[in-house]
């Protein structure tokens, strides 16, 4: 775990927003458009999806993605033409303990 890349990656406001939606996203994205492509948000959220609910270019919000994915803080999968994010719960688990026990 590189705590130094996840502090960088949660240090902008929207990154941090995207975590939270990520978190919960049937409060967030719409589920029935997941269900009905025989989805559902165990694979994650479109990042179409992301985008349009930051309102940022598709290419920043691409961006921080990849920047969140290659701090370890979100997995991806690519359906088709479509990528889908969901959180590395297991690394967000380890950054907290870090956090916990020796900040």
């Not at 990154?15 to 978190?23: A, F, P, S, T, V």
């Not at 994650?44 to 961006?63: E, F, P, T, W, Y």
């Not at 701090?71 to 956090?99: C, M, P, Q």
Request: proline share 2%; charged share 25%; with cysteine.
């Amino acid at each position: 775990m590189d705590a130094l890349a996840i502090f960088k990656a949660l240090s902008n406001p929207t990154r941090l927003q995207i975590m939270e939606w990520l978190k919960h996203p049937a409060e967030y994205f719409d589920e029935n458009s997941y269900t009905q492509q025989d989805l559902g948000f165990h694979i994650g959220v479109c990042v179409g999806d992301i985008q349009a609910r930051s309102g940022l270019a598709q290419s920043v919000i691409s961006g921080y993605l990849q920047g969140m994915k290659e701090a370890g803080l979100l997995d991806s999968e690519r359906v088709g033409k479509w990528t889908y994010y969901r959180r590395n719960e297991a690394l967000i688990d380890e950054f907290r303990e870090f956090a916990r026990t020796d900040l």
